[in-house]
């Protein structure tokens, strides 16, 4: 799980173009780290990409700050774990 | 044939002279993937200072044929062409170029949804000359309405 966190953590790091130190667990995307909606889509593709999840479109407005995101993860890799037993 | 002609990308797009960098599209199942041809001329109006005695495509417009060619993508194919165009925006570019485009060159430009949400799009493009890759990438925009 620590794994997991450190690797949602560098996608962020590199879409919002900061160092991972940065990335504090509650740290704020939009106010604290210049997300816009447009990168929140970016993270959501690549967390796709790299777990082969699907995330809903309605998780967009959740991707708030790093704990949300992590939520977010692990909520569609375990429907995906489900699908597959 | 075409699957569309010039006249039906006029109805699609709202660039136009000398910006129109789509001159037909030869593939399209839409939101899943389209083809679509840019055929290169010493006439086109940016050769002409890209660069004097050294004529070469824009990289910078080869990333607008794709954009384009992922506008006709995503539109719907009901809307009336009456209806009020969107505007499009662009919000991230990632595109490595790997060969010149030159006048005579066809390029032909396939693009591929990564990410789809309502009002933006995230799309793998890639842009061949004879088979070849010539650039390619992945590039985000957004749609909002016209005001």
């Given at each position: 799980m620590q794994e997991l966190e450190s690797e949602i953590k560098n996608i962020i790091a590199e879409i919002l173009?900061?160092?991972p130190e940065e990335i504090k667990p509650e740290s704020r995307f939009i106010e604290d780290l210049g997300m816009d909606s447009m990168m929140a889509l970016e993270i959501l593709a690549a967390m796709e990409k790299k777990y082969k999840i699907a995330i809903p479109e309605e998780k967009l407005a959740a991707l708030t700050n790093l704990n949300a995101t992590l939520a977010i993860a692990r909520e569609c890799l375990a429907k995906k774990q489900n699908a597959h037993t | 044939m075409p699957i569309l002609n010039i006249e039906e990308i006029f109805k699609i797009l709202?660039?136009?002279?000398?910006?129109l960098m789509i001159d037909r599209v030869t593939e399209l199942e839409p939101g899943k993937k389209i083809v679509a041809?840019?055929?290169v001329s010493a006439n086109d109006d940016f050769i002409k200072g890209h660069f004097p005695g050294n004529p070469i495509m824009p990289g910078a417009l080869i990333i607008e044929a794709m954009a384009q060619a992922a506008i006709i993508l995503f539109h719907?194919?009901?809307?009336?062409?009456?209806a009020k165009k969107p505007t499009y925006y662009l919000s991230s570019v990632k595109v490595r170029f790997l060969h010149p485009v030159l006048?005579?060159?066809q390029i032909e430009i396939v693009i591929e949804p990564v990410k789809v949400i309502t009002q933006a799009a995230i799309v793998n493009a890639e842009a061949r000359v004879k088979g070849q890759?010539?650039?390619g990438g992945e590039i985000s925009f957004m749609a909002k309405e016209s005001t």
């Open positions: 173009e900061k160092d | 709202p660039q136009r002279f000398p910006f041809l840019k055929n719907s194919p009901d809307e009336p062409s009456s006048p005579g060159d890759k010539v650039a």
